[in-house]
């Protein structure tokens, strides 16, 4: 099902719209900086030479992935449902 | 020349890494752009669908987990899998592609590696599909051109922003009952988009003559942050309003509130020939007064028998509330209601609250017998109901309390306290956070009197601007005031 979702999402162009929706949102709620804050602290302790992105992508996805406010879970769920009434027959 | 200490960033050279130059051969730039348009930034339909339909993981079917693209061959595979470290190995094919943001990867490096080539290559094809599929420009940090750089070492006198430095700040001489002016050009040239617009020099000026107002402003933005401590004369700025504003001209005291709109109008007059196309709607204009303090009223007209809604958009430059204590009927709303503790206004007094007369401002009204509108659904004449709500609120949100009341056997000054917030929230009103960066006050009586602006200077630091005099002020001093003029700008920008 979610496949079958995400194909429809991508071919209609609705993906990369939900997707500058999320970063927008992200951004006015202050996740954004906190994220930039947090991916400043690993780099400090494990050294601007030797860190790679993939120590920060296993660093701070628990943190993003727990920091996203409901709020703009809701609201993006929202509009995937009401995307998809629209679509589907 | 001015400029604020930058984070530290690594210096990286051009080419990424080492590894790229296997990849670097014949036509490698169009077969980049083309993996690009097809499967990271899809513009048109049919790419899209394409890519719906075949970027899936070739090992285990998953579109999810951070689908890498070989950059070698058509092989698709997820990253948090390992699945395309698998294909690496085996086939020798050391570059892929992030297929979410467009990063490339290498597995000599085992890290994403950054080549400048083909950042511009990802940069120019992101922009054009977005442009396709009418989402806006990517907002990127400001880097310095090779001139910029160039200016930079020619100019190396540098001067330090810190806490406690009082750039910005200026004093103005008044002229002769001219602190009507003084105060709105505080408010001005302490608006943070209005100062950045005049301090990048973004005016590039089209009128014959020498009498732009948005010259003027420009000129006086250097002044202020100058350095010079001294008293500014703004005797320059004087005449150009006279000879703009004929209403204005003279030597007796004016109104804070018609100035700031005069202003308002004459540079977004002038500011019109700065656009890269020229305005074909005037009430469209893409000037910077338009970007920043142009809002849009709604106003709802309800017909009470068909129930039939007539709706216009009028632009605005500023919201004016009546006051409790005009002679226009105000309804006390009771102090410490749902929506007014909202804003952390004051109740101690039972003191209205800006809060209060935004939500008076916008409550239904009845229009009364008196007052018939003529209904299109009805064709005839029927009692309404109306209502404002603000459909686009600005960037900048200046509240204008309705203190000199001229009605026609009255003249007078409304000194009702009413309480405002150092934040305000407009989501009861519309979605957004607001922050209080001026006050503009009145003391004295309609006859004579004196104004004077709070202006708030980089983040929590305020001042008293009385003409020529500038003096450190508490927060308290600033909300406890009674408030003529409020300047609220908005918390989070988007870039359109």
Same mark, same amino acid.
């Given at each position: 099902?979610?496949?079958?979702?995400?194909?429809?999402?991508?071919?209609?162009?609705?993906?990369?719209?939900?997707?500058?929706?999320?970063?927008?949102?992200?951004?006015?709620?202050?996740?954004?900086?906190?994220?930039?804050?947090?991916?400043?602290?690993?780099?400090?302790?494990?050294?601007?030479?030797?860190?790679?992105?993939?120590?920060?992508?296993?660093?701070i996805t628990p943190k993003g992935r727990a920091l996203v406010p409901d709020s703009v879970k809701k609201e993006l769920l929202h509009r995937i449902r009401a995307f998809l009434a629209q679509h589907t027959k | 020349l001015l400029t604020v200490k930058p984070d530290a960033v690594t210096t990286m050279s051009p080419a990424g890494c080492p590894h790229v130059n296997g990849f670097k051969v014949d036509n490698w730039k169009q077969n980049l752009r083309?993996?690009?348009?097809?499967?990271?930034?899809?513009?048109s339909?049919?790419? !899209?669908?394409?890519?719906?339909?075949?970027?899936? *993981?070739? /090992?285990?079917?998953?579109?999810?987990?951070?689908? #890498?693209?070989? =950059?070698?061959?058509?092989?698709?595979?997820?990253?948090?899998?390992?699945?395309?470290?698998?294909?690496?190995?085996?086939?020798?094919?050391?570059?892929?592609?992030?297929l979410l943001y467009g990063g490339i990867y290498c597995f000599m490096c085992q890290d994403y590696i950054y080549d400048k080539e083909m950042e511009q290559i990802a940069k120019e094809e992101q922009r054009k599909a977005w442009k396709m599929q009418g989402i806006g420009e990517k907002y990127s940090t400001w880097e310095p051109t090779?001139?910029?750089?160039?200016?930079?070492?020619?100019?190396?006198?540098?001067?330090?922003?810190?806490?406690?430095?009082?750039?910005?700040? !200026?004093?103005?001489?008044?002229?002769?009952?001219? *602190?009507? /002016?003084?105060?709105?050009?505080?408010?001005?040239? #302490?608006?943070? =988009?209005?100062?950045?617009?005049?301090?990048?020099?973004?005016?590039?000026?089209?009128m014959q003559s020498n009498s732009c107002?948005?010259?003027?402003?420009?000129?006086?933005?250097?002044?202020?942050?100058?350095?010079?401590?001294?008293?500014?004369?703004?005797?320059?700025?004087?005449h150009l309003v006279w000879t703009h504003a004929r209403h204005l001209a003279g030597y007796e005291q004016q109104d804070a509130h018609e100035f700031l709109i005069a202003a308002l109008d004459v540079?977004?007059?002038?500011?019109?020939?700065?656009?890269?196309?020229?305005?074909?709607?005037?009430?469209?204009?893409?000037?910077?007064?338009?970007?920043?303090?142009?809002?849009g009223l709604q106003s709802?007209?309800?017909?009470?028998?068909?129930?039939?809604?007539?709706?216009?958009?009028d632009p605005f430059w500023d919201i004016s509330l009546d006051?409790?204590?005009?002679?226009?009927?105000?309804?006390?709303?009771?102090?410490?209601?749902?929506?007014?503790?909202?804003?952390?206004?004051?109740?101690?007094?039972?003191?209205?609250?800006l809060t209060d007369c935004l939500r008076r401002f916008t409550r239904p009204e009845h229009l009364g017998s008196s007052a018939k509108i003529k209904c299109s659904g009805c064709h005839s004449y029927q009692e309404s109901t109306k209502q404002l709500t603000m459909k686009k609120l600005p960037i900048v949100a200046c509240f204008h309390l309705k203190r000199f009341e001229h009605s026609a056997k009255l003249r007078r000054k409304i000194t009702t306290y009413v309480s405002f917030p150092l934040e305000l929230d407009m989501t009861p009103f519309m979605a957004s956070r607001y922050s209080l960066f001026a006050v503009v006050n009145h003391q004295g009586t309609l006859e004579s009197g004196h104004y004077t602006t709070f202006i708030r200077q980089h983040k929590d630091q305020w001042f008293k601007c009385d003409d020529a005099i500038i003096t450190k002020a508490s927060i308290k001093d600033v909300l406890d005031s009674e408030g003529y003029l409020l300047f609220y700008h908005k918390q989070f920008l988007e870039y359109e």
């Open positions: 099902m979610k496949a079958a979702v995400n194909q429809k999402l991508t071919e209609m162009g609705e993906r990369d719209r939900l997707k500058e929706l999320l970063r927008a949102k992200l951004t006015e709620c202050g996740w954004k900086d906190q994220m930039k804050a947090h991916c400043k602290e690993v780099i400090k302790q494990k050294g601007l030479e030797h860190v790679t992105v993939e120590d920060l992508v296993v660093e | 083309v993996i690009y348009q097809c499967f990271v930034w899809s513009g339909a049919e790419t !899209r669908k394409r890519k719906a339909k075949s970027c899936i *993981c070739h /090992m285990c079917g998953a579109h999810l987990n951070r689908l #890498h693209s070989c =950059l070698y061959c058509v092989y698709f595979a997820c990253f948090a899998k390992k699945h395309i470290h698998e294909h690496a190995k085996s086939k020798r094919h050391n570059l892929a592609i992030d090779k001139r910029e750089l160039e200016l930079l070492r020619h100019n190396p006198k540098r001067r330090r922003i810190t806490s406690n430095c009082t750039i910005g700040l !200026r004093g103005l001489i008044n002229l002769g009952n001219t *602190c009507f /002016m003084n105060c709105i050009v505080q408010a001005l040239t #302490h608006t943070p =988009l209005l100062r950045d617009f005049f301090l990048s020099d973004r005016h590039k000026c089209e107002l948005v010259c003027e402003m420009s000129q006086l933005f250097q002044e202020f942050y100058s350095g010079h401590r001294s008293p500014h004369i703004p005797f320059r700025l004087l540079l977004h007059r002038h500011c019109k020939d700065d656009n890269g196309k020229k305005a074909n709607n005037p009430n469209h204009c893409n000037c910077i007064i338009d970007q920043i303090f142009t809002g709802d007209v309800t017909c009470q028998v068909c129930h039939g809604v007539s709706t216009t958009i006051l409790p204590g005009s002679s226009t009927p105000f309804w006390p709303l009771s102090p410490g209601g749902d929506g007014s503790a909202l804003n952390g206004e004051s109740h101690t007094t039972g003191a209205t609250t």
